[in-house]
């Protein structure tokens, strides 16, 4: 069965209100959007950050699910019951962070460490969880070592999971190493809720060979993959579907001036816009072949006129790689 739904992944201050509303504008809506994390806070419901990205005004005609990170039962409940009144149906937990000072904290991917208390955690939630609420959790495969998965797991198959979206690597692997297949082919078998598979499918080629591996999984959450190509879920969908390479670089150039457009309407100062959209180049430039020597130039540039220009310069000059050669960097 070929990939039926995608989902953009969650990413701290790259898959914002912002991004997700540029990017669906111009290349269509995704199937789902998840936050980047929020956490629940002990004197106020959300910063101002977390509360810009949920709110429904800025997140119209879009199927968004915001994502918690937490390892108390008690504030990921009050957190959901204000995501409810918002509108809410559905939540995530975040299960997967690898970062150290998450992880030294038991969350994230440090929740992982200790399958009872992530049990006791889930007991609770799901005790108090509004009925219409779906909850869904994104996880790593454990701390260390991939035979913790099976516990995990068998943890996650106690509960109602509305989605399993399975990172399968380990805390320790960071983003380093391969993501390790055989575990998430583990997952297949034997998980109670559906799954989804993130984790490094960069390029069209990759994904047929995911397809072709896993003929039974039809849900993919990308997110390197479409911050290095936002054009790739039109790829995806195929035949007729698909732009030239000419109008590839047209939208490429749109969906630049709307993240610009985006950012400036928040009010927060061009330097800050700037640093926003320049950050997105990490990735972005290895679509284009040939250009380091352009992609230099923007992120040299010291205002937003300066920028748009060296974008303008690096679509007309510069080819889109072709796919074979993508998602080397
Ligand atoms: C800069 C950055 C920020 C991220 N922020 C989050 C986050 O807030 N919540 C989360 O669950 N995962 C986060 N992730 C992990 C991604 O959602 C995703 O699992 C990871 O990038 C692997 O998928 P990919 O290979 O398609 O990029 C982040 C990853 C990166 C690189």
New binding site residues.
């Given amino acids: 069965m070929p990939i039926s739904r995608i989902y953009l ?7 914002t209100f912002i991004y997700r509303n540029a990017h669906a504008a111009v290349y269509g809506p995704l199937d789902k959007y ?4 929020l956490e629940p806070h002990e004197k106020r419901s959300m910063k101002t950050k977390e509360r810009n990205e949920v709110l429904s005004q800025h997140n119209e005609g879009l199927y968004v699910v915001p ?1 918690i ?1 937490t390892n108390h039962a008690e504030g990921f409940l009050e957190l959901t019951e204000t995501l409810q009144e918002m509108g809410y149906q559905e939540i ?1 937990l ?1 299960l ?2 690898p970062s150290k000072t998450v992880v030294t904290r038991g969350k ?1 991917a440090g929740f992982l460490a200790s399958p009872e208390e992530l049990e006791g955690f889930l007991d609770m939630v799901f005790k108090d969880l509004p009925g219409e609420m779906k909850l869904s959790v ?1 996880t790593r495969i454990g701390m260390e070592a991939d035979e913790e998965f099976e516990k995990l797991l068998a943890v996650y198959n106690r509960y109602p999971l509305y989605e399993l979206i399975i ?1 399968p ?1 380990l805390q320790a692997d960071y ?1 380093k190493n391969t ?1 390790r297949k055989e575990v998430f082919r583990y997952a297949l078998e034997k998980s109670k809720a559906p799954l989804c598979y ?5 390029t069209e080629k990759q994904i047929a060979e995911f397809e072709k591996e896993f003929p039974q999984e039809e849900c993919v ?7 290095l190509n936002p054009g790739l879920p039109v790829t995806l969908r195929g035949g007729d579907l698909r732009w030239d390479e000419k109008t590839c670089r047209e939208k490429f150039r749109e969906f630049q001036q709307r993240l610009v457009d985006g950012y400036r309407a928040l009010d927060i100062g061009d330097r800050n816009v700037l640093y926003k959209v320049k950050e997105l180049w990490f990735y972005q430039s290895h679509l284009f072949e040939h250009a380091e020597k352009y992609s230099k130039k923007i992120k040299k540039a010291q205002n937003l006129e300066t920028y748009l220009e060296c974008v303008r310069e690096l679509t007309d000059c510069c080819r889109i790689a072709p796919p074979g050669s993508l998602g080397k960097g």
């Fill in positions: 992944a969650p990413m701290e201050g790259v898959t998840f936050t980047p994390f994502q990170l995530n975040n997967g962070c994230g994104k990172h690597r983003y993501p993130n984790g490094d499918l960069f959450m990308l997110g390197r993959g479409i911050i």
